[in-house]
């Protein structure tokens, strides 16, 4: 059974971000708000984690295309190639925000990402994410979780995610009504940007 732990955005109380930690640290996995969906996330340096995280997706863990949600930008050097002026003035209009941009990997990514030439990097507008992240020290990888209606792709009340994820997994966040409307998924890995995906994040920024 999953723990339903409350945590407030304007104001995360540093307790219960410090209980989520503890679970993301021993390899649990967490469902969390973000700006725009519910995410299902686990520690971005725990293997077992992210197995586990692929096995819930059906996806191969090597073929999984997962973003890492950061606290900042701060957080690039450590596994984005350096990037130009034009591309990082686009991520400093943008982040925080509900985009995820594709970029060149390095060579820090952690093992189970060696093999990427790029990754997706999300800095969400949303205090819990960014706190939790902080908290722990380093990116947590990140997925969306789907609904199978179609209708509604994605679930929003913390309520029935906690009834369908319970025995998926460690804990689910109740950080109030998420969105239904995914991210923007942007590609600067070649330097111009291509649009990938158009969702909540305005296009304005390029």
Same mark, same amino acid.
Do not use: H
């Given at each position: 059974m999953?723990? %339903?732990?409350?945590?407030y955005?304007?104001n995360?109380?540093?307790?219960?971000?410090e209980r989520?930690? @503890?679970?993301? @640290?021993k390899?649990?996995?967490v469902?969390?708000?973000?700006?725009?969906?519910y995410g299902?996330?686990? $520690?971005i340096?725990?293997?077992?984690?992210?197995?586990?995280?692929a @096995?819930?997706?059906?996806?191969?863990?090597a073929?999984?295309n997962?973003? %890492?949600?950061c606290? =900042?930008?701060s957080?690039?050097? $450590?596994y +984005?190639?350096?990037? =130009?002026?034009?591309?990082f003035?686009i991520?400093?209009r943008?982040l925080p925000?509900?985009?995820? %941009?594709?970029?060149p990997?390095?060579n820090?990514?952690?093992? $189970? %990402?060696k093999?990427?030439?790029?990754v997706?990097?999300?800095?969400p507008d949303n205090?819990i994410?960014?706190?939790?992240?902080e908290?722990?020290?380093n990116?947590?990888?990140?997925?969306?979780?789907?609904d199978?209606?179609?209708?509604?792709?994605y679930?929003?009340d913390p309520?029935?995610?906690?009834?369908?994820?319970?025995?998926?997994? =460690? +804990?689910?966040?109740?950080?109030g009504y998420?969105?239904? +409307?995914?991210?923007t998924?942007? $590609?600067?890995?070649?330097?111009e940007?291509?649009?990938?995906?158009?969702?909540?994040?305005?296009?304005?920024?390029?």
């Amino acid at each position: 059974m999953a723990e %339903f732990i409350k945590i407030y955005e304007e104001n995360p109380n540093p307790k219960e971000i410090e209980r989520v930690v @503890r679970v993301l @640290r021993k390899g649990g996995l967490v469902i969390y708000p973000t700006d725009t969906v519910y995410g299902l996330g686990c $520690d971005i340096t725990n293997t077992k984690a992210l197995e586990k995280i692929a @096995r819930i997706k059906g996806v191969k863990l090597a073929k999984a295309n997962w973003s %890492f949600i950061c606290a =900042d930008l701060s957080n690039l050097s $450590d596994y +984005v190639r350096q990037i =130009d002026t034009s591309t990082f003035k686009i991520l400093k209009r943008a982040l925080p925000g509900p985009y995820t %941009f594709i970029l060149p990997g390095n060579n820090n990514l952690p093992k $189970d %990402f060696k093999k990427k030439k790029t990754v997706g990097i999300r800095v969400p507008d949303n205090t819990i994410a960014r706190t939790l992240v902080e908290a722990l020290g380093n990116p947590i990888v990140s997925t969306s979780i789907r609904d199978e209606d179609e209708l509604l792709e994605y679930t929003t009340d913390p309520e029935l995610i906690l009834e369908k994820w319970t025995n998926l997994v =460690d +804990v689910v966040i109740d950080g109030g009504y998420g969105d239904n +409307v995914a991210s923007t998924v942007i $590609d600067l890995s070649e330097g111009e940007p291509v649009v990938i995906r158009e969702g909540k994040g305005s296009l304005e920024i390029l």
